[in-house]
């Protein structure tokens, strides 16, 4: 039993000891990392009904039955009679892009709101999609498709290019002569870094950080595509605060490459890992104070831990202060 448990300490210390250490800085663009204030997507919905459907549409649902008789009265035809499963009521949603256009066409998704059981090939009649504002912004019609599995529900389903545009929309990113820029993930280290940069590209811009935001004034003679261009293609070497993040419903775990980990002694199943400050004489290391949760893992699952296990253990050094990272668990 001895020699069983020594072979996995040389193991251990042998995979430990040829894994490189270097993790090279990745330069990132300035684009990947922030948003500019006022450059956004905008939703619009609607109310609609499908047609066309073979029996799977809803069963006496009075919303459907009137909303037919409503689009039957403005053709000029008059029946109060109608009864009919070939029909469905839906909202129809879309996502307008920033700087959309008059004429442009967008995809929209059409959901049952009834007890239709598929939409399959239906086709929805012509529905004008809303905005916040209750203004009309697209207008959609098409033959509806389902993708996915089928036999999960065929209730929602999508009109490739079904949407038109009828009002378009500009959005105002100079304000009083200033852009701003938001962090997608906002840091300090990484707004002042983003800072630095430019205004060593555009000394003139002047910028500041100021409520979670890089606000910029926009230079002299510099048009306002090629300042945002310019500064997106900046390239920095964003340093976050540390994260670990642990998915317990599928067993991933995501971290950072030198993440460190403090002195701790860590037992479980009968296996013991130690993590250490000094060098002792009689004593047997495993890992220096200075590893790393990479170390750590490749440890672990060298010597066969399960994930959980790993999860488990993590959460553990995270909760006696030796794991210096912020944990998030999903």
């Known amino acids: 039993m001895m020699n069983k448990v020594y072979k996995i300490i040389f193991s251990i210390i042998t995979v430990i000891f040829f894994i490189s250490q270097t993790f090279a800085e990745v330069p990132v663009k300035i684009k990947d990392l922030v948003a500019i204030d006022g450059l956004k997507e905008n939703q619009v919905y609607g109310y609609g009904l499908v047609i066309g459907l073979q029996g799977t549409g809803d ?3 009075k919303l459907t039955q009137s909303s037919l008789s409503n689009v039957l009265k403005n053709l000029g035809l008059n029946d109060e009679n109608i009864n ?5 009521a839906v909202l129809v949603t879309a996502t307008l892009p920033p700087y959309v256009r008059l004429g442009d066409r967008i995809d929209v998704t059409v959901s049952s709101i009834g007890d239709a059981k598929s939409l399959e090939n239906g086709v929805l009649l012509q529905s004008a999609l809303k905005g916040a504002d209750d203004k009309t912004y697209v207008v959609a019609q098409g033959v509806i498709s389902i993708a996915g599995d089928k036999r999960k529900g065929a209730t929602i389903g999508r009109i490739v290019s079904g949407g038109i545009v009828e009002k378009e929309i500009l959005p105002d990113i100079v304000k009083d002569g200033n852009i701003k820029f938001s962090l997608l993930n906002f840091d300090f280290s990484v707004a ?3 800072k630095t940069a430019i205004e060593k590209k555009y000394p003139d811009s002047k910028p500041v950080i100021d409520k979670g935001f ?3 004034t926009l230079p002299q003679n510099v048009t306002v595509t090629d ?7 900046i390239e920095i070497v964003p340093v976050y605060s540390a994260r670990v993040v642990i998915n317990e419903r599928n067993g991933t775990i995501v971290m950072g490459g030198d993440i460190r980990v403090s002195q701790a002694v860590i037992s479980k199943q009968g296996v013991t890992i130690t993590i250490e400050e000094t060098h002792k004489k009689g004593s047997m290391y495993l890992l220096k104070d200075a ?17 959980q296990d790993i999860i488990v253990i993590l959460k553990a050094m995270k909760q006696a202060g030796c794991l210096h990272a912020e944990l998030i668990v999903q």
């Open 59 to 61: 069963s006496k649902v």
């Open 227 to 233: 300042f945002i261009a310019d500064i997106e293609n």
């Open 214 to 216: 890089i606000q910029c």
């Open 84 to 88: 009919s499963k070939n029909i469905a």
């Open 291 to 307: 590893a790393t949760v990479k170390d750590l893992v490749d440890s672990l699952n060298y010597i066969g831990m399960s994930t």
């Open 192 to 194: 002042k870094e983003i």
